[in-house]
């Protein structure tokens, strides 16, 4: 029973090593999972739009968030949300023609300086991003308001569906993960187990079982022994019964057997 239990329980923690090892090789990643459906790639402007299908709003952003940690990310929206990066923005929305699903749009800065509407963002975003994102120096005229609403707000730049080469090139939307990789160790013998029961511990050439041996000779008793064998009990080396003739001792008839 107990090695029934035992062995159910390395069974286990083999399971969990080897998904946490897969864990920490990045797993599957949202753009992967998420389709891209459109694409902008122009004078520096970078727009890729995502369809994540019966999915709401709210719960893209908490997926997204808890995979790669925003600088800011909006207050809970049904209809608009937006996860801010370093270098992008992800705007979240429900989708007008399909309200079941969600578009996630993922623009670097530029983009959302030449199309988006600073008054729009200011419903969302704090005023210190926005000022570091817009230079109240310049005059932005964008009115753009997010991909599901590209029709009447129109981008100063033209969507398209994304090449079988673009999707390729896209990159994901998440962050990789922070597992490790464990490699095993160069002088490991995975034939044998050592006598630690690690398989990743070479075992020591002396104490291998497999080694050639050679009988020795002992020539006090005349006894053979084997010295790949500790058992000087019965062996295959052990003193053969002799089947020479008996020795006869001078001036007597008597036969003598030899011991």
């Known amino acids: 029973m107990w090695k029934r239990l035992l062995k159910g329980m390395k069974a286990a923690l083999a399971v969990s090593l080897a998904v946490t090892v897969l864990a920490g090789c990045g797993g599957q990643s949202v753009s992967s999972t ?32 808890d995979q790669k940690t925003p600088k800011e990310i909006s207050k809970e929206d049904n209809d608009h949300m937006f996860l801010v990066y ?11 023609q399909k ?7 993922v623009d670097n800065q530029k983009f959302v ?7 729009f ?3 969302y975003i704090t005023a210190t991003v926005i000022n570091g994102l817009f230079d109240l120096a310049k005059s932005y005229s964008g009115n753009y308001r997010g991909y599901g609403s ?35 160790s160069s002088s490991a013998d995975t034939s044998s187990k050592s006598s630690s029961g690690s398989i990743f511990k070479k075992s020591d050439a002396t104490s291998s079982s497999s080694g050639s041996g050679k009988i020795i000779h002992n020539s006090s008793d005349s006894s053979y022994s084997s010295s790949s064998s500790s058992n000087s009990g019965s062996s295959i080396f052990s003193r053969p019964k002799s089947n020479s003739p008996p020795k006869t001792s001078k001036g007597f008839g008597s036969l003598k057997r030899r011991r």
């Open 34 to 65: 998420y389709p891209l459906e459109s694409v902008v790639d122009k004078g520096g402007e970078t727009s890729r739009v995502y369809r994540a299908e019966n999915k709401t709003v709210p719960e893209v952003a908490k997926e997204l968030a």
């Open 86 to 96: 370093s270098d992008e923005w992800y705007h979240l929305q429900k989708d007008p």
């Open 99 to 105: 309200p079941e699903d969600t578009l996630i749009e």
């Open 113 to 119: 300086q030449q199309n988006y509407s600073s008054s």
């Open 121 to 123: 963002l200011q419903g």
């Open 150 to 184: 590209r029709d009447t707000y129109k981008p100063t730049v033209v969507y398209h569906t994304p090449t079988k080469q673009e999707k390729k090139a896209a990159p994901p939307i998440t962050t990789s993960g922070s597992g490790s990789i464990i490699k095993r």
